[in-house]
């Protein structure tokens, strides 16, 4: 679904990719793409500035279970590269996301986020609910830990799925366009 997301927003704010970050320990494996050019797995970085704020898009043709097989210094090491650049990029909120396989039919959207200012803003949202008191492991929700060291505010969007049909994509990417305008409305306070 993220990688989805990441083409849909490219496109919404007309992004320019602006770098990759290479990262040696992905597995290793060729990339091929549509053309048939070969390149190694990398992190592709996409740029745009509306008003004054900086949007960026960080997207890979790895599968997620690649990343969260990395072992703990990897993980480590290219979610705080990907945290550096965004840094360097002057990005000031991270949204991730990432969706679950489920047989429930409740509609909920659940966000996973970094600081008790956020908990303060979604706690009593009726179209969010907040994780509270689970342990989560990947690599998503990792890195929306990590960016609070780093003082970057950030939300992860979790959908539940029963399938990947086009509907949950555009409910997926109505999510995301709302939690965009709600970080230009925090980090513009």
């Known amino acids: 679904m993220g990688i989805i997301q990441a083409g849909s927003l490219i496109r919404l704010f007309n992004m320019k990719p602006i770098g990759e970050i290479v990262f040696y320990g992905f597995p290793d494996n ?108 990947n690599s998503i929700s990792l890195i929306v830990a990590m960016a609070r060291f780093m003082k970057i505010p950030a939300v992860q969007l979790i959908l539940p799925i029963r399938e990947l049909a086009e509907s949950n994509i555009q409910l997926c990417l109505q999510h995301l366009v709302s939690l965009i305008k709600e970080a230009f409305a925090y980090i513009g306070q």
Request: proline share 2%.
């Open 30 to 137: 060729l990339i091929i793409d549509s053309m048939g050019t070969g390149r190694v797995p990398t992190v592709e970085l996409y740029y745009a500035k509306t008003g004054e704020f900086v949007i960026s898009v960080f997207t890979t043709m790895m599968r997620q279970q690649y990343i969260d097989s990395l072992t703990n210094r990897e993980r480590n090491m290219l979610l705080s590269a990907l945290l550096y650049t965004m840094n360097l990029i002057d990005s000031r909120f991270l949204i991730t996301v990432d969706c679950v396989s489920t047989a429930s039919k409740n509609g909920k959207v659940y966000l996973v986020v970094n600081s008790p200012r956020l908990v303060e803003k979604f706690r009593n949202r009726e179209d969010y609910t907040l994780i509270e008191g689970k342990r989560v492991r």
